[in-house]
């Protein structure tokens, strides 16, 4: 995994992408706790009712958007040369492009 450098906030992010695609957001809190525990229901019930396919929530989500995951770069600013070759922002117009001709 690699970025550009830039802090985002996920939250934002999401409502700035279904913002552009005409969409609105409604997000919901519940504690960590809960959503581990619906999470763990689903992933069970998935493989008993889906036959193993992903449920919509699964453990390893739950602790991607409960968490801060910001990567550092310097590494490999200083030791490849790396330079972000695109923003934050051009990359999302960019994505929200690309889906707006893809999607059905």
């Known amino acids: 995994n690699i970025t550009n450098g830039v802090r985002v906030n996920l939250y934002d992010m999401i409502d ?3 913002g552009q695609l005409n969409k609105t957001t409604k997000f919901r809190n519940i504690s960590t ?3 581990f525990f619906i999470a763990r229901l689903l992933e069970c019930s998935s493989t ?15 602790s991607v958007l409960s ?4 990567l ?6 200083r030791e490849l040369g790396y330079r972000p ?3 934050i922002e051009d990359g999302t117009k960019e994505f929200v492009e690309w889906w707006k001709m893809h999607a059905n």
Request: with cysteine; net charge positive; aromatic share 2%.
């Open 85 to 87: 070759a695109i923003s």
């Open 16 to 18: 700035d992408v279904m």
């Open 33 to 35: 706790k809960k959503a």
């Open 48 to 62: 008993i009712c889906l036959g193993g396919k992903e449920p919509l929530l699964t453990r390893y989500t739950v």
């Open 67 to 70: 968490q801060s995951q910001t």
């Open 72 to 77: 550092s770069i310097e590494k490999a600013r």
